[in-house]
C-alpha cells in the first residue's frame, strides 16, 4: 500500500522515536539505581518538585566560584520581563558561545531561579559558566494574564536584548543558542520555526534546542482522551484560549515558515506520552520539510523536568550533551 505524505511523516516520527533508543546503548550512560527508581516511580505524571527534590542533596557542595552573575535585567516593560546572565569571571580573549534557557511551568507558572525548590536554574549559569559559555537565565509572561502569542513575542524579546548586550558579557552575538524546556519549548519552538515571530532578519541564532515541548494544540486536544488526559477543557486552554477553533492558527507544526536552523529536539523516557509523541511528528515535520532531520536526542530515565537538574552535579551526560550541541550546532 502506498503511504500518503502525511502518513509517511508519522512513520519517520515513529520509527525515529523506536530507532534512536538502543543507539545510546553506546553511550553507557550510568545513573544511580537509587535515582532511577525514584524517577521511575513518578512515571509519566508531570511533578517537577517532586524530581527536583531528587536532586536538590547532590547541589550541596557544589562549586560557584569561577562564574559570576547579573541579576533580573530588564528586556520589557512587564515585571516579568527579566533575566539573568552568567558569564566566566575571568573574561576570555575572545568573545564566547551564548546559552538562553527557557523554563516551563505549564504556561502559568514558573520561574528562572524557582527559589523554594533548589539551585534551579542556576546550576545552569554555574556549570555552563565555568564551561566557557555566557548562559541567560529568563521568566516571560504567564497565562491566563498573558495569553498567546505572549510567550513567542518574549522569546523575541530575550534574543533582541541578548543581540544587543551579550558583548558586554563576553558573549558572542553571533553564536547564541536557544533553549526551551516544556512550555518553554513550546515558546522557543514559535520563535525559532515561525517567521511572524522573528524580525526581518531572522531568528538571530545559531541553534535552537527543544526538551519535552508541545508544538501543536489542536493535535493535543484531539488526542487528549487517547493519552488519559482527564476533565473539563481543553488542555492549556489558559495559554491558547476556549475557542479551540483557532488552535490550528496558534500550533508551530502548521506554521514551518522561518528559515532552516540547526536543532536539536529531546524527550525523556518518562515524558507524558503527547510530548514523546509531538516530538516525533515535530521531526518528521522537520525532515521533510527541510529535507534534512534535526539531531533528536532520547534521554533515558528521566522525568518531565528532572534531566536538567542533573547539571552541575556529578551526573555530566546531559550536560555534555547540550554543551557539544552549543559549541557546534549541528555539527
Known sequence: MLLTARSLVWTVAVLALLTVVPAFAEDAYQIDPAIAAKLRAIGNRINVGEAAKIYVPLHANTPKDGVKHTDNLSYGRDPLEKLDVYEPAARPARPVPVFIYIHGGGFMRGDKTNRGMGPFYANLGYWFGRHGVV????????????????????????????????????????????????????????????????????????????????????????????????????????????????????????????????????????????????????????????????????????????????????????????????RTPGG
Open 135 to 326: 548562559t541567560v537565565l529568563a521568566n516571560y509572561r504567564l497565562a491566563p494574564t498573558d495569553p498567546w502569542p505572549a510567550g513567542a513575542n518574549d522569546i523575541a524579546g530575550i534574543v533582541a536584548w541578548t543581540h544587543a548586550h551579550i558583548a558586554s558579557y563576553g558573549g558572542d552575538p553571533k553564536h547564541i543558542v536557544l533553549m526551551g524546556e516544556s512550555a518553554g519549548a513550546s515558546h522557543v519552538a514559535a520563535y525559532a520555526l515561525e517567521r511572524r515571530f522573528q524580525p526581518r532578519t531572522g531568528p538571530g541564532l545559531a541553534g535552537a534546542i527543544l526538551l519535552s515541548g508541545f508544538y501543536d494544540p489542536a493535535f493535543e486536544t484531539k488526542a487528549a482522551p487517547r493519552f488519559g488526559a482527564s476533565g473539563p477543557g481543553a488542555p492549556n486552554e489558559a495559554y491558547y484560549g476556549k475557542n479551540t477553533s483557532r488552535y490550528a492558527m496558534h500550533a508551530t507544526m502548521k506554521h514551518l515558515t522561518g528559515p532552516k536552523l540547526p536543532m536539536l529536539i529531546g524527550y525523556n523516557e518518562f515524558d507524558p506520552p503527547e510530548a514523546q509523541v509531538e516530538a516525533g511528528i515535530l521531526f518528521g515535520d522537520l525532515c521533510e520539510h527541510f529535507g534534512d532531520c534535526p539531531d533528536l536526542l532520547y534521554i533515558p530515565y528521566h522525568v518531565n523536568g528532572s534531566a536538567m537538574f542533573t547539571i552541575d552535579t556529578p551526573d555530566e551526560w546531559m550536560a555534555n550533551k547540550l554543551l557539544d550541541f552549543i
